[in-house]
């Protein structure tokens, strides 16, 4: 309160605030007054709270809209921080400032982002998020993983992330556990996956069945999915091919596996071997005790494919050249010919 002609309590003069020290007993409009001290004031803006506030509430909004046209076509709000641009806004942006300022978001904004995505701001990298939405949609289209069958036949990004989840899996969340469940992998198909059979076996009953089916077919042109006597020889013999290319050196195994097949790691395409030997067994006729493989070519199919190599010879690379010439007797100079060389070039 003011004594007497003095000004109001708590100010004095241009810019100065008088606080109290001690109860005042009267206020004689001066700053001496026992009781009071003087101290520089900082207005505070009249007005413009509210309009900050409405601002900021458009904004949100505006962006609550490009939200729910990404997530009516995607089926959710995981989004990389840079990008998912619609319609000039960058809504990954978007997301991401919200997730960081997410402790003091009104209640009503994090209601709305809930009902298009419930795990809009997951508590686990926004990535993982982002790779179970993929993993969801394959599921969606091709039905649930199996740990029994050692995740066969899956696209090999999805392959590695489960694997990955696997490993983790007692790290994860309780969550995201749950939601790997609703991929199929659930914690009894992942002690299904550990217990695979096929897990336990030793490079003996790899190179075993490896030395069966060379035996049985006369090659190790085997791929993905390749089961051979309850074996997965197509997988275990691609693991071999991955790990003897990322070698400096031939290892062990990769020379027990080339004295079965020499061109069992093969430089160029995995089929075009296949085709290779489908043609050289069709010319030659198959060897002693050697019986077609399931899906081989038939006759009509590998002449056509051997003059395919003939009419491309030039793209060809020399181990192929070699291999080609072997079993057609074809020549670079043959192969000139067939391709359209000139006169002079075939001697005529």
């Not at 199996?146 to 992330?161: K, M, V």
């Not at 490993?167 to 609703?182: C, G, K, V, W």
């Not at 013999?237 to 290892?251: D, E, F, G, L, Y």
Request: glycine residues 10%; proline residues 7%.
């Amino acid at each position: 309160m003011a004594g007497a002609g003095g000004p109001p309590a708590g100010r004095r003069g241009n810019g100065v605030r008088l606080l109290a020290t001690t109860p005042p007993v009267a206020f004689r409009g001066h700053a001496g007054v026992t009781g009071w001290r003087a101290e520089l004031y900082v207005p505070r803006r009249v007005g413009q709270g509210a309009g900050l506030k409405a601002v900021s509430e458009a904004r949100f909004w505006e962006g609550l809209g490009h939200a729910r046209r990404y997530a009516s076509r995607h089926g959710h709000l995981a989004v990389p921080h840079a990008g998912a641009s619609q319609d000039e806004f960058d809504l990954g942006r978007w997301l991401a400032n919200l997730r960081a300022a997410s402790a003091g978001l009104p209640p009503e904004y994090v209601r709305a982002l809930a009902e298009l995505d419930v795990w809009w701001n997951p508590p686990w990298p926004i990535n993982w998020q982002r790779a179970w939405h993929r993993a969801r949609a394959h599921t969606l289209a091709h039905g649930p993983v199996s740990g029994g069958d050692n995740l066969a036949g899956l696209p090999r990004w999805l392959e590695r992330w489960l694997r990955h989840q696997i490993t983790e899996y007692s790290q994860l969340a309780a969550e995201q556990q749950r939601l790997l469940a609703q991929l199929g992998l659930t914690a009894a198909e992942i002690d299904r996956f550990h217990a695979w059979p096929a897990r336990r076996r030793s490079v003996m009953h790899g190179l075993e069945a490896a030395h069966n089916y060379a035996a049985r077919h006369g090659h190790l042109a085997v791929s993905q999915p390749t089961p051979h006597d309850g074996f997965d020889l197509g997988k275990w013999v691609s693991q071999q091919r991955h790990r003897q290319r990322a070698a400096a050196q031939p290892t062990r195994l990769g020379r027990r596996l080339t004295d079965l097949d020499t061109w069992w790691n093969p430089p160029w395409p995995l089929g075009w071997q296949r085709y290779y030997w489908a043609a050289r067994f069709h010319l030659h006729g198959l060897p002693d005790d050697v019986v077609w493989w399931p899906g081989s070519p038939e006759e009509d199919q590998a002449r056509q494919w051997l003059h395919a190599q003939q009419a491309s010879w030039h793209l060809l690379q020399p181990g192929q050249q070699e291999l080609v010439s072997g079993i057609a007797g074809v020549t670079v100079a043959r192969c000139r010919y067939s391709t359209g060389a000139s006169a002079h070039e075939r001697g005529t």
